[in-house]
């Protein structure tokens, strides 16, 4: 049936007909008996569709409800000064029982009833995440990045959280109470600084680059505590899982967290991790069944370009070729390298 | 005032200049929640073409409402237009990176409803069956349809937010109608005062 029917009766049923469209069902309506009856069953159904309810949600997803979850509030000053002006005491005396009060506050002594709970903030591949935690530190996390903190860290002694994947830290000053990180196998311990932790699970290699401050790297679980490795402002430090063993080096201090601008470097990188990368970053899957094995590593410095651009250049440097089907990208052939 | 809250979130499609208060408890959070998210995941994906990223969008619509209390008239309109822009804030976002994805946009799982209706004809409810029927329409006329016939925006408001022709609109809902005819017409000379 003719599309041009099918308006002039949605029309009908919308009473928002024109001249033409009622003139043109009209006749159609007409012509047999059989079109008539069609329009009835098409009204009828129109009438059921009225009906219909919208879509409801089974449930609120966790992440979600994790963070509504009101936070049990510790006393506000406000409240502490009502209390102590309900009781008739000076004025100076409730400004110095407030400035000390405040000065506790950030890590009061825990609430009993105060229970900790741990949020994860994930991700997703394509995206880069900015958030902040309970003490006002500051966290970007890179594409395939999940982050696991309290939701507050008044009853520890240490500030910790666990990160697997890559994600830049600024922490918020506090001498008495380290912030640590935990990824994978390894501990970083700071105090107040601008550093970078990539830990992804996928990858050979911990790298840990600090851009200021001081911060202590700690490998975990070790029976004996060895001395935490010290670094400062622009070193790098390696770990390496397969063989256990730490390397150090210089970095530019710009390129530490450079991946929130959009900066991808390779250095000495397997193939496959290259491609795990960019598939993190750009949000698109590849296949690289088909890649040599044996390709040599990769050293590139990608500043901002498109993902086309990427893959020319590996095109030409490796040799390596790329072809979309549908959502996928298949990769093959790379330049066979003798260790 | 809970159920108050709770009658206006659920009778949002009549009444779509309802206002939302300034402080939600956590009941009626969900209860907004629920409501909602489903059609606007359906109109993110319109614009994203992605599920995760328009969940995403979504979830952060709904925790910015929680941690701006502030009335808002009209809850429909602003939960739309928010979907809205941050979609095409992240579409400018993503001009970076140019991977497309090849549209599925018209296919119709035609043969997965037709075991269904055999096996299940019988003990449906008739306006069950219609939501299964709808559901298989291609996501971009299946939108226009649940956005004009079940949460009642106009044909010049479907236009705005889904950038397209008034023309167009009309066209989706005459080609809905016409699958739904086709699929559902059995459906009418079942038991004829059952609704």
Sequence with gaps: MEDQIWADMVKRLNANETVESKKSLDSWLAEDLTNAQKFEEVKALWLLSGHLEPEIAQTVPQQLREQIAPVIPTQNPKTIIKKLWAYGIAASLVMAIVIIGLNFLPFSKADPREQITWKTISADAGKVIALNLPDGSNVWLNAGSKLSYPNHFNSQHLRNVRLSGEAYFEVKHDKRHPFVVESDSIKTTVYGTGFNVRAYPNESDVAIAVSSGKVGVNTKNALRSPDPIFLLASDRLIYHKTNKAFTRSKTAINDINGWQKGLIVFEQSPIKEVFEELSRRFNVKFSTKRLFKGSCKLTARFENKPLPTILKTLHTAMNITSNQINGTIYVEGGTICKE | ?195
């Design chain 2, 1 to 195: 005032m809970q159920i108050l809250q709770i009658k206006f979130l659920l009778n949002s499609t009549t009444d779509p200049g309802e206002a939302l208060p300034a402080m939600l408890s956590i009941s009626a959070f969900e209860l907004l929640y629920k409501r909602w998210n489903t059609i606007l995941c359906r109109y993110a994906i319109y614009y994203l073409q992605d599920e995760n990223s328009s969940q995403s969008i979504v979830n952060d619509l709904f925790l910015q409402i929680w941690a701006n209390p502030r009335s808002i008239n009209n809850i429909k309109s602003y939960l739309f237009r928010s979907v809205k822009n941050a979609c095409l804030n992240e579409l400018a976002l993503q001009k970076r990176t140019p991977v497309s994805y090849i549209e599925t946009e018209e296919l119709i799982k035609a043969s997965d409803l037709a075991s269904w209706s055999i096996n299940h004809k019988e003990s449906s409810h008739k306006l069950d069956f219609l939501q299964k029927v709808i559901s298989t329409l291609p996501p971009r006329r299946q939108l226009v349809f649940r956005m004009h016939r079940i949460e009642g925006f106009s044909y010049a408001e479907i236009a705005e937010l889904l950038e397209i022709s008034t023309r167009t609109v009309e066209d989706h809902l005459s080609k809905s109608m016409s699958y739904i005819h086709t699929e559902c017409k059995h459906l009418i000379y079942e038991k004829l005062t059952e609704v």
